[in-house]
């Protein structure tokens, strides 16, 4: 299964966009991006995912590379709540299962 | 609507005992996942069934089992505890093809 590179940790102000970027170099065609969040002592919840195009939801946007070897995750304005572990993961259409790295931690400053 | 739904939420086993890690969803999702976190670290993916009747191993299967007799349940069983399995397990779910999982709020295991 393809992996995902992301940076450890990053830090946003309290209002402000955050910009938190993954790499996936070795994705193939039928790979889809998945991003998930965990806060503090709950389960992963699914923020958004894509194959190709720009999405958007009521939660964040995800910028897709042209070639796709790498995505943005985007929260347009960083609140305290939005303080978490953020993992992008790829999936394959046909497969059964995601495997998860270690994410980013974001801390949200006020 | 209650999603995915795992019983217990806490346990403490002692070496050498078993439990069943019980996790049901009401959503009619075929495939269904477990997952173990460790402190500090991602999610290893133990088990996972595509269907009723259907199970596979993960990255990390080694002391638990599994069965899916219907599409809501998939219990995950712990035979012979050891401290190693010490960590929170979470229950996933989802549609075929490229939807997103939906987790469960996770079961905390400590083995003593």
């Known amino acids: 299964d393809a992996k995902t590179t992301q940076p450890n940790s990053m830090e946003s102000n309290e209002e402000e966009p955050v910009h938190l970027p993954c790499n996936h170099s070795t994705i193939s065609g039928t790979d889809y991006i998945h991003w998930y969040r965990q806060l503090p002592s709950q389960g992963p919840e699914y923020v958004i995912h894509g194959l190709t195009s720009n999405v958007n939801n009521r939660m964040a946007s995800l910028a897709i590379a042209e070639d796709r070897k790498s995505s943005t995750l985007i929260l347009h304005r960083a609140t305290l709540r939005d303080a978490a572990v953020y993992y992008c993961i790829l999936r394959r259409s046909t497969g059964n299962q995601f495997y998860f790295g270690t994410g980013t931690s974001l801390t949200v400053i006020p | 609507n209650a999603g995915v739904t795992q019983t217990p939420k806490f346990r403490i086993l002692k070496i050498g005992q078993s439990m069943t890690l019980q996790c049901a969803q009401d959503m009619n999702h075929n495939y269904m996942y477990w997952y173990r976190q460790d402190p500090g670290m991602g999610l290893k993916l133990i088990y996972y069934?595509?269907?009723?009747?259907?199970?596979d191993k993960g990255e990390v299967p080694n002391g638990y089992n599994v069965s899916r007799s219907t599409t809501e349940d998939f219990p995950l069983r712990l035979e012979l505890a050891a401290p190693s399995q010490t960590s929170v397990y979470f229950c996933a779910s989802s549609p075929t093809g490229e939807y997103g999982y939906t987790f469960g709020s996770g079961t905390r295991l400590t083995v003593v």
């Open positions: 069934s595509v269907g009723a009747g259907i199970t």
